[in-house]
């Protein structure tokens, strides 16, 4: 493979550079180049991107690789293949792993094998408390010295007010965000499904927002008196958009994230029980879905994530309250989201793809997500009108949990290049 | 009209025009349990499966006794006595049934929609005898045979649903089937166990005994699960009777021919008072002895059965 490399007469669409026009890429040493001179381009390798969208490699802050311990359902390398088939080149992994991610070495584990086995860059999260049981603080700082890049309970949300005010505390003098997954237990105890009209006929547990609402609320007000960066992960509820607005107005050093599963879905999607639909938190309903795509309009939410859970068919096929949450998120992530953001909601793709690019980079500060000059040369190339089906061909997940499982969407990865290498073209893996 | 469904899921996707061929089949047997032979041999040769994985006297008896009254042979499963307690899958339970050769499975489940669950793995069919808080069709269908014993119709009654609507399968399958037959239905009782949303399944919400008794043809009592609430929804037993509770005095505020049903089992002393449940107003035990018409005629029907067969060996 050449070191070399120009991507020609692509829509090359970069936002954070205000860059949207048709023109070349050029890539020399791994990164991004000005130019290259006239010799550089006769021995460049040329692709052709004529009528696609070239952008920065695609940024994804929550996704679930399993590993370690739970590499049945997927692995560093495989949850790696499934980011590069969707094109990003970047992921956060979250750290509800088995062990749990609250200790340095098992930090180390993964660096070493995502270092090893990966296509995309991946960087890890550490727990906020020892085995994510919301009691005592994990080691934060060795956390941070083995290299997580934001700080999470993803999945168990620290329920004890004295101990995310502390864990907010203590993670600014680091620098580091605090990632929360916004549920109050009290309210959601075994509950399995939006609190709702589709609670009450389906006679399913019901999670009212409010349990999230009230979290959200809780971090903000944490977040002002500690002055710590909250990221609020997948909001699902009207009230959580609307208190996120509130905190804004206020400055309060608040984010969030929502997920394309979320944007498109509600929870009349379980009314045959679909455990494909079933994920925490919950599909809401229409009214909070139009507000989570309305938030993003107007920044009150600031990012879109995957939330990638893989769960394997024999764990998912099962009686509704049995099954796990989460669904994949990888692959489908990009044509989902410009469905229905660009194709419902009117919302230009340049910000669709700022939300999946240099925003969620921001926002745990990796170097990835531009197109700047000297940038690694980190890129997708997507086609917005391509269509593609979800199916076993599709799919570089180990698990096969899609609610679009069959479906055709539109909005399809051409290619995925990792600092400058190319890891996904023509629907394979070529890392 | 000719009865096409293999399973019994719920009442929810049966039109009118199914619940009512329901009725005339069980109203055959009905008959046929009068006489001093009450057997049948419509189901001899048959195999049914009662897999029931969660507590059950009176739903498993009627099943049982349905069952044999067809002739078909019947095993039941118990939770307790069940590989479940293994960790072995519904879906692999059930395979495994079916390669035994069961002609039909009969599932009681703590898991809202399991029957369908089940219903979409098997062949055989698969009939719902209660799935968590969802559907307990059978119980409907034999509560509105009950109420039509009574009255010609259902068309413009008023049903009252009293007590723990927000955990009842009993509520939801009524709720449906009284609709759909034209009855005018009133859920009632604490808004922790009676919240506001069961109004977009058509229903009345109402907090107030008083009212919610007032004008009622019929009230449907229904048991506290205390298997099913967490403590939380209402601050005591004795809090709930004094609320909630029907006693004599209050059975005044119904009008005189009105019925009194539950589906059992009773919390005497809770949700209706001794005297009252075993006075002349309360159809309880008919509600019990129609379970077996009823679910003979499910079993009948779901197995292939056809209406002009039956009433050829009734007469």
């Not at chain 1, 088939?85 to 991610?101: E, R, S």
């Not at chain 1, 410009?338 to 419902?344: M, V």
């Not at chain 2, 069940?82 to 519904?90: A, I, Q, R």
Request: charged share 25%; net charge negative.
């Amino acid at each position: 493979m050449s070191s070399l490399r120009i991507i020609t007469n692509g829509r090359i669409i970069d936002p954070k550079n205000d860059r949207d026009e048709v023109a070349d890429l050029y890539i020399k040493d791994g990164k991004i180049a000005e130019s290259l001179s006239d010799e550089e381009i006769q021995n460049a390798e040329t692709t052709n991107a004529k009528g696609l969208v070239v952008c920065p490699g695609l940024v994804d802050v929550h996704v679930h690789l399993r590993e370690p311990g739970q590499t049945h359902k997927e692995t560093i390398q495989t949850g790696s293949w499934a980011a590069a088939a969707g094109g990003f080149t970047t992921i956060v992994c979250m750290p509800n792993t088995n062990p749990a991610a609250d200790t340095a070495g098992t930090i180390q584990y993964i660096n070493d094998a995502a270092q090893r086995d990966a296509v995309v860059h991946v960087y890890p999260t550490g727990c906020i408390t020892q085995g994510r049981l919301g009691e005592k603080l994990a080691p934060i700082g060795s956390l941070k010295k083995a290299g997580v890049v934001a700080i999470t309970d993803d999945g168990d949300c620290v329920q004890n007010n004295e101990i995310m005010r502390r864990a907010l505390e203590y993670c600014k003098m680091f620098d580091l965000p605090i990632m929360d997954h916004c549920q109050d237990m009290s309210l959601t105890e075994n509950a399995v499904i939006n609190e709702g009209e589709w609670s009450i006929r389906l006679g399913l547990k019901g999670w009212p927002a409010a349990a999230e609402d009230i979290i959200v609320a809780r971090n903000a007000l944490l977040s002002e008196l500690t002055g710590a960066h909250v990221h609020m992960q997948h909001i699902s509820s009207a009230g959580a958009v609307e208190v996120m607005r509130r905190a804004k107005l206020r400055n309060v050093n608040v984010t969030a994230e929502a997920t394309p599963h979320h944007l498109a879905l509600t929870d009349a999607c379980i009314k045959d029980y679909d455990t494909n639909c079933k994920m925490n938190p919950p599909l809401r309903t229409e009214a909070d879905r139009q507000a989570l795509i309305e938030g993003l309009r107007d920044g009150t939410l600031d990012i879109l994530a995957t939330d990638h859970a893989p769960h394997t068919n024999y764990e998912k096929d099962k009686e509704f309250d049995y099954a796990p949450f989460g669904i994949l998120g990888s692959e489908t992530c990009f044509a989902v989201s410009q469905q229905i953001l660009c194709g419902e909601a009117g919302i230009p793709l340049n910000d669709v793809i700022a939300w999946l690019t240099y925003k969620p980079a921001e926002l745990v500060k990796l170097p990835a997500g531009t197109l700047t000059p000297g940038a690694p040369a980190d890129v997708a190339i997507l086609d917005p009108e391509g269509t593609w089906t979800v199916n076993e061909e599709t799919i570089f997940s180990k698990s096969q949990n899609s609610p679009w499982w069959g479906d055709e969407l539109t909005g399809k990865t051409v290619a995925t290049i990792v600092a400058g290498k190319t890891v996904f073209e023509n629907g394979q893996i070529v890392g | 009209m000719e009865w096409t469904r293999k399973d019994l899921i719920g009442i929810e996707p049966l039109s009118r025009e199914e619940i009512e061929a329901i009725f005339t089949v069980a109203s055959g047997f009905k008959r046929i349990l009068g006489r001093s032979v009450k057997k049948v041999p419509a189901l001899r040769g048959k195999t049914i499966v009662n897999l029931f994985l969660e507590p059950s006297t009176r739903t498993k008896l009627a099943f049982e006794m349905a069952a044999s009254r067809l002739s078909a042979d019947v095993i039941t499963v118990n939770a307790d006595a069940s590989s479940f307690v293994k960790g072995e899958t519904l879906k692999d339970t059930a395979r495994n049934i079916c390669a035994l050769n069961a002609d039909m499975i009969v599932l009681r489940h703590s898991a809202p929609g399991s029957a369908k669950y089940l219903s979409e793995i098997v062949d055989v069919p698969v009939i719902n005898a209660g799935d968590g808080s969802h559907e307990h069709p059978t119980q409907a269908l034999l509560d509105n045979f009950t109420m039509l014993e009574h009255f010609d119709s259902l068309e413009g009654k008023k049903v009252t649903i009293l007590g723990d609507i927000l955990f009842s399968r009993v509520a939801r399958s009524n709720i449906f089937s009284l609709t759909k037959l034209g009855a005018e239905v009133t859920v009632a009782g604490p808004a922790t166990l009676v919240p506001k949303t069961f109004e977009s399944m058509g229903v009345k919400v109402v907090h107030d005994l008083k009212t919610a008794l007032a004008d009622a043809d019929v009230v449907m009592l229904l048991r506290i699960q205390h298997e099913r609430q967490s403590s939380t929804h209402f601050p005591s037993l004795g809090e709930y009777t004094s609320m909630f509770g029907i006693n004599k005095a209050r059975a005044k505020w119904l009008k005189p021919e009105a019925l009194i049903m539950h589906p059992g089992p009773i919390n005497r002393g809770v949700e209706i008072d001794s005297e009252l449940a075993d006075s002349d107003r309360s159809v309880i035990l008919e509600q019990v002895t129609n379970g077996i018409a009823t679910r003979m005629a499910v079993l009948y029907l779901c197995t292939g059965g056809s209406m002009s067969a039956l009433e050829n060996s009734a007469e």
